[in-house]
């Protein structure tokens, strides 16, 4: 599986983003899905995770509330609506895919990974 992340980009406090992470291949519908942030001289943190079918989600505590995972298993896409954003959720997001659905906290235990979209949120 092949991933590539994008809608990211600058955003003033209180404001909203929507990353989308599109998928190659035919068996996206297999993989649960999660996002990751990164920012600078952090370790990479969960964000949010959901399940094959799109009937569970998952969020980090600093999120919860204001994030929302979604998929299309049809277009092969999973988003992360994010609202209410503050200047802390500035990092790099990537998109992942892992096969172990006990795991989905987990970054090592991703599969598969896109290539990361730059969210920068001003006060």
């Known amino acids: 599986v092949q991933l590539q992340a994008s809608g990211g980009g600058s955003v003033q406090a209180g404001g909203s983003l929507r990353l989308s992470c599109a998928a190659s291949?035919?068996?996206?519908?297999?993989?649960?899905m999660g996002w990751f942030r990164q920012a600078p001289g952090k370790e990479r943190e969960f964000v949010a995770a959901?399940?094959?079918?799109?009937?569970?989600?998952y969020y980090g505590d600093s999120v919860k509330g204001r994030f929302t995972c979604s998929r299309d298993n049809a277009k092969n896409t999973v988003y992360l609506q994010m609202n209410s954003l503050k200047p802390e959720d500035t990092a790099v997001y990537y998109c992942a895919a892992t096969s172990r659905y006990s795991s989905i906290y987990y970054a090592n235990e991703y599969d598969y990974w896109g290539q990361g979209t730059q969210v920068t949120v001003s006060s």
């Open positions: 291949g035919r068996t996206f519908s297999r993989y649960h």
């Open positions: 959901i399940n094959w079918s799109g009937g569970a989600t």
